[in-house]
C-alpha cells in the first residue's frame, strides 16, 4: 500500500486571501522550506488556449500557486515512462515537463495543469501552522484528482472529522 499524501488545508479564517478555501498538495517539506500546488484553485483559461499541443481542449487550468505562475505543472494519473515524471502515489504522477505533458494529453487519462506553485521559506509554514493558517491532512490521490475541484476543501475537512465552521480563530499557542 502507497503511503498517504500530505495535503494543507486552510483555515476558514484566511479569508480575502488567495489561498481562501485551498487544498495544497504537498510535494516536498524540509528544513529548507516547502512547496505544493494548489489542486482547487480553478481559471476561467481553457487549457486549449494556453499550449499548442492542447489544441481544442476546453478543461480549464488551475492556479498551482502564486511561485512562477508562468511554469505548468502537470498531476495525473497513468505513468508515461519519460525522464522527467515523479511517482507521488501508484495512481498519482506530477511534471513541469512539455514531453511528458504531450503524452499525458495523448494517453487521455485523468489529470489536470496547474500553473505556478505554492513555496515557503525555511520555518514560514511551521510559523503559519502555528498561528492557525493551515491543517495538515494525509489522504490519497483522489483527494486531488476524483473530487470535484470546488468540494475539495469540504472534503478535506470532512476527512479530518471536524467543522471547519466550529474553528476559532487563531492557533495552537504554547
Given at each position: 500500500?502507497t503511503?498517504?499524501?500530505t495535503?494543507?488545508?486552510a483555515?476558514p479564517?484566511?479569508?480575502?486571501?488567495?489561498f481562501?478555501?485551498?487544498?495544497?498538495?504537498?510535494?516536498e517539506?524540509?528544513?529548507?522550506?516547502?512547496?505544493?500546488?494548489?489542486?482547487?484553485?480553478?481559471?476561467?483559461?481553457?487549457i486549449?488556449?494556453?499550449?499548442?499541443?492542447?489544441?481544442?481542449?476546453?478543461?480549464?487550468a488551475?492556479?498551482?500557486?502564486?511561485?512562477?505562475?508562468?511554469v505548468?505543472?502537470?498531476?495525473?494519473?497513468?505513468p508515461?515512462?519519460k525522464?522527467?515524471?515523479l511517482?507521488?502515489?501508484?495512481?498519482l504522477?506530477?511534471?513541469?515537463?512539455?514531453e511528458?505533458?504531450?503524452?499525458?494529453?495523448e494517453?487521455?487519462g485523468?489529470?489536470?495543469?496547474?500553473?505556478?506553485?505554492?513555496?515557503?521559506?525555511?520555518?514560514?509554514?511551521?510559523?503559519e501552522?502555528?498561528?492557525?493558517?493551515?491543517?495538515?491532512?494525509?489522504?490519497?490521490?483522489?483527494l486531488?484528482?476524483?473530487i470535484?475541484?470546488?468540494?475539495?476543501?469540504?472534503?478535506a475537512?470532512?476527512l479530518?472529522?471536524v467543522?471547519?465552521?466550529s474553528?476559532?480563530?487563531?492557533?495552537?499557542?504554547?
Amino acid at each position: 500500500m502507497t503511503a498517504p499524501l500530505t495535503y494543507l488545508v486552510a483555515s476558514p479564517h484566511m479569508v480575502g486571501t488567495m489561498f481562501e478555501r485551498a487544498v495544497v498538495l504537498l510535494l516536498e517539506h524540509s528544513a529548507n522550506g516547502a512547496m505544493g500546488l494548489i489542486v482547487n484553485l480553478q481559471t476561467e483559461m481553457p487549457i486549449g488556449e494556453l499550449l499548442a499541443i492542447a489544441e481544442g481542449r476546453t478543461d480549464h487550468a488551475f492556479l498551482g500557486g502564486p511561485v512562477e505562475p508562468q511554469v505548468g505543472w502537470c498531476l495525473y494519473e497513468t505513468p508515461t515512462g519519460k525522464p522527467g515524471e515523479l511517482r507521488l502515489a501508484a495512481t498519482l504522477h506530477v511534471t513541469s515537463g512539455l514531453e511528458v505533458l504531450q503524452e499525458v494529453l495523448e494517453q487521455g487519462g485523468e489529470f489536470m495543469l496547474l500553473l505556478g506553485y505554492a513555496g515557503w521559506s525555511a520555518g514560514q509554514l511551521e510559523l503559519e501552522t502555528r498561528a492557525g493558517s493551515w491543517v495538515f491532512l494525509e489522504a490519497g490521490p483522489e483527494l486531488a484528482l476524483q473530487i470535484p475541484a470546488e468540494e475539495r476543501w469540504d472534503k478535506a475537512w470532512e476527512l479530518l472529522g471536524v467543522d471547519p465552521h466550529s474553528l476559532a480563530s487563531g492557533g495552537a499557542q504554547a
